[in-house]
């Protein structure tokens, strides 16, 4: 039984909703059971110099968790961001980066800023999928202005964490199952099924390739389920 009492191929609760902040060009909430994350995407006419004149854009992520999203303080990375943390946001950037055709960008940069208030589980998956829908939303009120053609926008984007967990495959892990997990994997998908990553690793003993599809077949299940979501939460 799942600590809270969850079929093993069911997702947690997720509510996502849009424009919850005022000022950015997309903005959107998601909650995942009790992770909860907010999604900022702001858009700048200009690129980093590394693509100056290069007829592209650019859309990156910053990731970060507020003090008392987790069950102790966690202190502010006032030193810079820690490596689990530049990991994270080169992860969302990545996969955020799938769902857009950046030569038809123009010269523009779309930051989107994910930021952790509550944790408990599956923040970088939770990120991903909220901040797809934030970046659909900026880039549809670009697009309805006249700056942008509709083919801006591939296919969406989406993700997932899948694990093993006392020997069962159980999708969409909370922390207490994160915290005893025996394989811990992150799926992002598009909506035309295709892998955009996949960040798999045992815990304890190794895993099998049988485990392993087993684990991808439940991710694709709940990451069609969140697409769904994701549409609902853009219209």
């Known amino acids: 039984m799942r600590p809270d009492g969850r079929a093993n191929d069911e997702l947690r609760p997720v509510v996502i909703t849009p424009d919850y902040i005022t000022y950015p060009e997309g903005s959107v909430l998601i909650e995942m059971g009790q992770t909860k994350v907010i ?65 038809k960008l123009g010269e523009r940069t779309l930051t989107v800023d994910c930021d952790v208030i509550q944790a408990d589980g599956g923040t970088r998956t939770a990120a991903i999928t909220g901040g797809y829908v934030a970046l659909a939303i900026a880039l549809r009120k670009l697009i309805r202005g006249g700056l942008l053609h509709a083919r801006v926008m591939k296919s969406p984007v989406a993700a997932v964490s899948v694990g093993v967990v006392q020997g069962a495959a159980v999708l969409d892990l909370c922390y207490e199952e994160d915290s005893m997990a025996e394989v811990d994997c992150n799926v992002v998908m598009s909506a035309g099924g295709q892998y955009v990553e996949v960040q798999g690793t045992a815990e304890g003993s190794p895993f099998s390739r049988a485990q392993m599809d087993k684990l991808l077949d439940l991710a694709e299940k709940g990451i069609e389920e969140l697409l769904i979501l994701q549409k609902k939460a853009i219209k």
């Open 39 to 103: 999604c900022n995407v702001s858009v700048e006419d200009r690129v980093p110099p590394w693509l100056f004149r290069q007829n592209q854009g650019w859309v990156t992520a910053e990731y970060g968790m507020l003090p008392r999203s987790t069950h102790t303080r966690t202190p502010r990375e006032t030193r810079g961001p820690r490596a689990r943390t530049q990991e994270i946001r080169r992860l969302i950037g990545r996969s955020l980066r799938a769902a857009v055709d950046l030569t």
